[in-house]
């Protein structure tokens, strides 16, 4: 998807909070009108939110009030029986002409009379009775929703202290820093499909129009069994076995002219399990929540010690479905970091669903692209669509925002252009656009290692249409004196590109242990600094022509790339590989006496190589799901390949929760190989490097110590959160929590007979122990983003050897 700023942007954006309120004369006008005003109680005059405006008569056409009570609507001119109503409130009716340009509307609700709850001597309260009604009427509907689309406005502001925003709004110590807003059309279909396309979009000039990609809708949605904050799944109170995990307590029913509403109190059985606080609000006779009014309990662990403060209003469909309405988050942290200085941040997401169709027919290639999208005309600023579309109003302050934070920009001598934030902001700022295309990363314009040393080069990538793209990457080794090239044609063979084609040739150096342990921007800053470089290397030249077809919805993977979850894979490939040595030994802090690691020789020769690959819901990259594997095959080809050989391998990944707060992570890898193995196929054991680890690796292990063409590794870490939830956090940025984790890993690794060993090399079962194996202890989500293994090996060892390492938190 390309991205481009609208030209007028920084000129409309000075007058988006104006239009609302403007009298519009363009033609539309001729034929709506705009239709708003403010609900308050009658008797305190205290505005009320969550107030439902609905126009009887009039499909779809329904609002809800913001924080400050107001509300607008643009409807055609006519007459409306119009119903405003709210939970705690007699609803009000009132018939409008509306017949001008702008009808606005003030209506003051009355409280419903109400009773305490029934002293009843059960053993149940009423409030459990109840609940298990509304879980047993959810369960019995459910099993006919199957999927449904809807309409969806979102509006993500953040706040801060003047400091951190950089201006003072004259108000009080706490300024807008930004706003994002959008319109978009939602889809989804069981079990978790979801697909938002954003259809318009608008943000403060200090907000790039590409970051705008907000469309936080029902997928957060109360009703449902979990809902999920930065990965911490929380069970709510409409779970199968909420029973189980709640107190329910009746506090009071309210009466008014069409229903009976009981206001139920939800706390906690057990502080071992996420969970919510807070109230619901069940109508009797439908057995819906009408409103939830929820904060998380001390077992979920937001980061900064935040506040989390969810809100949401529920309709009924077809009198059928109860769906969401509206949604309000609040959360506000201060983000101490290092004792050193905590700016506070307030982030206010708010949302309006509507026009929902329930139970029809979608496209399944919806659901084949990314969760969110933007429509190509979503990039170009239509102040008309958003005067007529308007569904919840702006804030004075939000409207005063968007003109001050333009002004901000443009004000050579306001605090957000200081001479401290040109100067590391535009070097930010550079950094950040060599991750964007055209350009492939950092990583391909230096890197270093014990072969080529200093590299300098470039990397890349065009888009040329819909379905075809190419890139390019140059570089110069300067210690081997080698120039290395990489291109790439890719053509999709269908508008979804689940079908790929794609043609390489490359120039470079590849690597025979696996890529991902240690990456090229780890293996730079080891080299260059300490003389420890991770890889294995071989010079590789050579073309490739594969086929894949991927399925499943569109993931990130990084940067501004997304894979399918799923994929096979077929390729064939010519290569001519050789051995590379080691031609520096430069680093900024090793000794002159220590030397690199010798590279290991390979087998000289043209190989022909087809290959299979099969992965299901697994890349090598990250962790894209709880499970998954990856099952790959590789065959030189006799007659054309200086040796033949026959290798496969397989990796799978497996999370699962063993009690509420704890988890169990297994992976498993192997490797085989039949004939004639050169060296450049052997498999190692991945290991810890300079006291750092990646996930899943021998973290006692010396590095590259163990080789052969035959391997089996198994890693199982438990989780065991935090051993009481709450007590072991240091304040602040710490306040996600310490976890404890225990691990235990063992590998395997020996060479066949025909394997082709042209340096000795050791394998686990020319050891006395046959095998390697470890255990240990960590502390995860140290200051939030470290953890600390102490690990013990017990093999090839007359006694245990202890090894400390440091990496990056596993979320």
Same mark, same amino acid.
């Given at each position: 998807?390309?991205?481009?700023?609208?030209?007028?942007?920084?000129?409309?954006?000075?007058?988006?909070?104006?239009?609302?309120?403007?009298?519009?004369?363009?033609?539309?006008?001729?034929?709506?009108?705009?239709?708003?005003?403010?609900?308050?109680?009658?008797?305190?005059?205290?505005?009320?939110?969550?107030?439902?405006?609905?126009?009887?008569?009039?499909? =779809?056409?329904?609002?809800?009030?913001?924080?400050?009570?107001?509300?607008?609507?643009?409807?055609?001119?006519?007459?409306?029986?119009?119903?405003?109503?709210?939970?705690?409130?007699?609803?009000?009716?009132?018939?409008?002409?509306?017949?001008?340009?702008?009808?606005?509307?003030?209506?003051?609700?009355?409280?419903?009379?109400?009773?305490?709850?029934?002293?009843?001597?059960?053993?149940?309260?009423?409030?459990?009775?109840?609940?298990?009604?509304?879980?047993?009427?959810?369960?019995?509907?459910?099993?006919?929703?199957?999927?449904?689309?809807?309409?969806?406005? /979102?509006?993500?502001?953040?706040?801060?202290?003047?400091?951190?925003?950089?201006?003072?709004?004259?108000?009080?110590?706490?300024?807008?820093?930004?706003?994002?807003?959008?319109?978009?059309?939602?889809?989804?279909?069981?079990?978790?499909?979801?697909?938002?396309?954003?259809?318009?979009?608008?943000?403060?000039?200090?907000?790039?129009?590409?970051?705008?990609?907000?469309?936080?809708?029902?997928?957060? =949605?109360?009703?449902?069994?979990?809902?999920?904050?930065?990965?911490?799944?929380?069970?709510?109170?409409?779970?199968?076995?909420?029973?189980?995990?709640?107190?329910?307590?009746?506090?009071?029913?309210?009466?008014?002219?069409?229903?009976?509403?009981?206001?139920?109190?939800?706390?906690?059985?057990?502080?071992?399990?996420?969970?919510?606080?807070?109230?619901?609000?069940?109508?009797?006779?439908?057995?819906?929540?009408?409103?939830?009014?929820?904060?998380?309990?001390?077992?979920?662990?937001?980061?900064?010690?935040?506040? @989390?403060?969810?809100?949401?209003?529920? $309709?009924?469909?077809?009198?059928?479905?109860?769906?969401?309405?509206?949604?309000?988050? *609040?959360?506000?942290?201060?983000?101490?970091?290092?004792?050193?200085?905590?700016?506070?941040?307030?982030?206010?997401?708010?949302?309006?669903?509507?026009?929902?169709?329930?139970?029809?027919?979608?496209?399944?290639?919806?659901?084949?692209?990314?969760?969110?999208?933007?429509?190509?005309?979503?990039?170009?600023?239509?102040?008309?669509?958003?005067?007529?579309?308007?569904?919840?109003?702006?804030?004075?302050?939000?409207?005063?925002?968007?003109?001050?934070?333009?002004?901000?920009?443009?004000?050579?001598?306001?605090?957000?252009?200081?001479?401290?934030?040109?100067?590391?902001?535009?070097?930010?700022?550079?950094?950040?656009?060599?991750?964007?295309?055209? *350009? /492939?990363?950092?990583?391909?314009?230096?890197?270093?290692?014990?072969?080529?040393?200093?590299?300098?080069?470039?990397?890349?990538?065009?888009?040329?249409?819909?379905?075809?793209?190419?890139?390019?990457?140059?570089?110069?080794?300067?210690?081997?004196?080698?120039?290395?090239?990489?291109?790439?044609?890719?053509?999709? @063979?269908?508008?979804?590109?689940?079908?790929?084609?794609?043609?390489?040739?490359?120039?470079?150096?590849?690597?025979?242990?696996?890529?991902?342990?240690?990456?090229?921007?780890?293996?730079?800053?080891? !080299?260059?600094?300490?003389?420890?470089?991770?890889?294995?290397?071989?010079?590789?030249?050579?073309?490739?022509?594969?086929?894949?077809?991927?399925?499943?919805?569109?993931? *990130?993977?990084?940067?501004?790339?997304?894979?399918?979850?799923?994929?096979?894979?077929?390729?064939?490939?010519?290569?001519?590989?050789?051995?590379?040595?080691?031609?520096?030994?430069?680093?900024?802090?090793?000794?002159?006496?220590?030397?690199?690691?010798?590279?290991?020789?390979?087998?000289?020769?043209?190989?022909?190589?087809?290959?299979?690959?099969?992965?299901?819901? @697994?890349?090598?990259?990250?962790?894209?799901?709880?499970?998954?594997?990856?099952?790959?095959?590789?065959?030189?080809?006799?007659?054309?390949?200086?040796? !033949?050989?026959?290798?496969?391998?397989?990796?799978?990944?497996?999370?699962?929760?063993?009690?509420?707060?704890?988890?169990?992570?297994?992976?498993?890898?192997?490797?085989?190989?039949?004939?004639?193995?050169?060296?450049?196929?052997?498999?190692?054991?991945?290991?810890?490097?300079?006291?750092?680890?990646?996930?899943?690796?021998?973290?006692?292990?010396?590095?590259?110590?163990?080789?052969?063409?035959?391997?089996?590794?198994?890693?199982?870490?438990?989780?065991?959160?935090?051993?009481?939830?709450?007590?072991?956090?240091?304040?602040?940025?710490?306040?996600?929590? $310490?976890?404890?984790?225990?691990?235990?890993?063992?590998?395997?690794?020996?060479?066949?007979?025909?394997?082709?060993?042209?340096?000795?090399?050791?394998? /686990?079962?020319?050891?006395?122990?046959?095998?390697?194996?470890?255990?240990?202890?960590? @502390?995860?989500?140290?200051?939030?983003?470290?953890?600390?293994?102490?690990?013990?090996?017990?093999?090839?060892?007359?006694?245990?050897?202890?090894?400390? /390492?440091?990496?990056?938190?596993?979320?």
């Amino acid at each position: 998807m390309k991205y481009t700023l609208y030209s007028h942007g920084s000129i409309l954006i000075l007058f988006i909070g104006l239009l609302m309120s403007i009298p519009s004369y363009t033609a539309f006008s001729q034929k709506t009108v705009l239709f708003k005003g403010t609900i308050s109680d009658s008797e305190t005059l205290e505005p009320l939110k969550f107030v439902t405006i609905r126009l009887i008569g009039l499909v =779809n056409k329904a609002t809800v009030t913001s924080k400050e009570g107001t509300y607008l609507l643009r409807v055609p001119k006519g007459e409306y029986d119009i119903t405003y109503s709210m939970v705690g409130y007699t609803s009000e009716k009132t018939h409008l002409s509306i017949d001008r340009d702008t009808i606005i509307n003030n209506v003051g609700l009355q409280r419903s009379s109400f009773r305490s709850a029934e002293i009843i001597v059960s053993a149940e309260d009423p409030g459990v009775k109840l609940m298990r009604s509304v879980l047993q009427k959810k369960m019995q509907w459910t099993d006919s929703l199957k999927n449904y689309t809807y309409m969806l406005y /979102t509006k993500f502001v953040v706040s801060a202290d003047t400091v951190t925003a950089g201006r003072n709004s004259g108000r009080n110590d706490t300024s807008i820093f930004s706003i994002l807003e959008s319109y978009s059309k939602g889809f989804f279909e069981k079990p978790d499909k979801y697909f938002n396309e954003i259809i318009q979009k608008r943000q403060t000039a200090n907000i790039p129009a590409q970051a705008n990609f907000v469309a936080f809708g029902t997928n957060l =949605n109360v009703y449902d069994d979990k809902i999920s904050f930065f990965n911490e799944d929380i069970v709510t109170p409409f779970h199968p076995n909420a029973l189980d995990y709640y107190e329910f307590t009746l506090v009071k029913t309210l009466q008014d002219d069409t229903k009976e509403i009981a206001e139920i109190r939800v706390e906690p059985k057990s502080g071992q399990r996420r969970l919510f606080n807070g109230t619901i609000n069940i109508d009797k006779q439908a057995l819906i929540p009408l409103y939830v009014d929820l904060k998380p309990n001390r077992a979920v662990k937001l980061p900064f010690d935040a506040s @989390l403060h969810v809100q949401q209003t529920f $309709i009924e469909i077809d009198s059928h479905y109860a769906m969401p309405s509206s949604l309000r988050i *609040f959360s506000s942290l201060n983000a101490e970091v290092l004792f050193l200085f905590a700016p506070r941040l307030d982030i206010s997401i708010e949302n309006v669903a509507y026009e929902y169709e329930i139970n029809t027919e979608i496209p399944p290639e919806k659901f084949d692209q990314r969760r969110v999208e933007i429509n190509d005309k979503a990039n170009v600023f239509d102040s008309i669509f958003w005067i007529e579309k308007a569904i919840l109003p702006l804030k004075p302050e939000e409207t005063a925002a968007y003109i001050q934070i333009q002004q901000a920009l443009e004000d050579p001598d306001s605090t957000a252009t200081s001479a401290f934030n040109s100067l590391f902001g535009g070097i930010s700022a550079f950094f950040n656009r060599l991750a964007q295309r055209p *350009f /492939t990363g950092f990583e391909d314009m230096f890197r270093y290692n014990r072969v080529h040393g200093v590299y300098s080069g470039i990397g890349l990538q065009f888009q040329h249409s819909h379905n075809a793209e190419s890139g390019i990457k140059l570089g110069y080794g300067i210690a081997d004196n080698h120039l290395y090239a990489d291109a790439f044609y890719r053509q999709y @063979l269908n508008e979804t590109k689940k079908y790929v084609i794609e043609c390489n040739g490359y120039r470079k150096l590849s690597r025979r242990d696996n890529p991902y342990v240690v990456g090229q921007s780890g293996i730079t800053s080891l !080299s260059l600094l300490f003389k420890n470089d991770y890889g294995d290397y071989y010079y590789n030249q050579g073309a490739e022509l594969s086929f894949e077809y991927g399925w499943g919805q569109l993931k *990130f993977l990084r940067r501004e790339e997304f894979i399918r979850p799923s994929a096979i894979k077929f390729s064939i490939k010519r290569e001519y590989h050789s051995s590379a040595d080691v031609n520096t030994q430069f680093a900024l802090f090793a000794p002159s006496e220590i030397s690199f690691r010798d590279n290991p020789p390979v087998l000289s020769g043209e190989y022909t190589i087809a290959s299979a690959e099969f992965r299901m819901n @697994l890349t090598p990259i990250r962790r894209i799901s709880s499970a998954g594997f990856i099952i790959s095959g590789q065959y030189a080809l006799p007659g054309i390949s200086v040796k !033949s050989y026959s290798q496969s391998t397989f990796q799978a990944f497996l999370r699962t929760v063993t009690l509420p707060l704890w988890r169990l992570d297994a992976r498993i890898s192997g490797g085989y190989s039949w004939g004639d193995i050169p060296p450049q196929k052997f498999f190692s054991l991945e290991s810890s490097i300079a006291s750092t680890a990646g996930d899943g690796v021998f973290r006692g292990m010396s590095v590259k110590e163990f080789y052969g063409d035959r391997y089996a590794a198994l890693s199982l870490e438990h989780n065991f959160g935090e051993v009481i939830p709450g007590v072991l956090r240091i304040p602040s940025i710490a306040s996600f929590g $310490i976890e404890v984790i225990v691990t235990g890993s063992i590998g395997y690794t020996e060479f066949s007979n025909n394997a082709i060993v042209l340096k000795q090399l050791p394998s /686990t079962f020319s050891t006395n122990d046959r095998y390697y194996y470890e255990a240990g202890i960590a @502390l995860n989500k140290i200051f939030l983003f470290f953890r600390c293994d102490v690990s013990g090996r017990f093999s090839q060892r007359s006694n245990p050897e202890l090894r400390f /390492t440091i990496s990056g938190s596993t979320f």
